[in-house]
């Protein structure tokens, strides 16, 4: 009686074409997940970077509104909780001093 061998060479063509699907499917995913990582990647140095950019614009923003005010020898009320605080420049008070 002859003794059938399974290996590599001696496979039937469904056999090969399932190992080889196997084989091509995790080659495939290895690559997206590596992909899928650098995408991470890139969104969560772009979402910071967004971020960053976004505060110092506000800030920006914040101290021009004051500033420009100020700059016109204008008092700026400041209010900080229940408090006020008014701003003044001190070159307008030495120009008040040279002026009076």
């Known amino acids: 009686m ?5 290996g590599i060479y001696n496979m039937n063509k469904k056999d090969t074409l399932v190992i080889l699907g196997f084989i091509i499917c995790f080659v495939a995913g290895m690559f997206a997940l590596e992909f899928m990582k650098n995408v991470e990647i890139m969104s969560d140095d772009n979402l910071q970077q967004i971020k960053n950019d976004s505060l110092m614009e506000g800030y920006n923003f914040a101290i ?18 229940n408090q006020t605080y008014n701003l003044f420049l001190v070159e307008c008070l030495n120009q008040g001093v040279q002026n009076g």
């Not at 002859?2 to 399974?6: A, Y």
């Not at 004051?66 to 008092?75: D, G, R, S």
């Open 64 to 81: 021009a509104s004051i500033l420009t005010p100020a700059m016109k020898c204008e008092q700026v009320p400041i209010n900080v909780g």
């Open 2 to 6: 002859k003794e059938k061998v399974m």
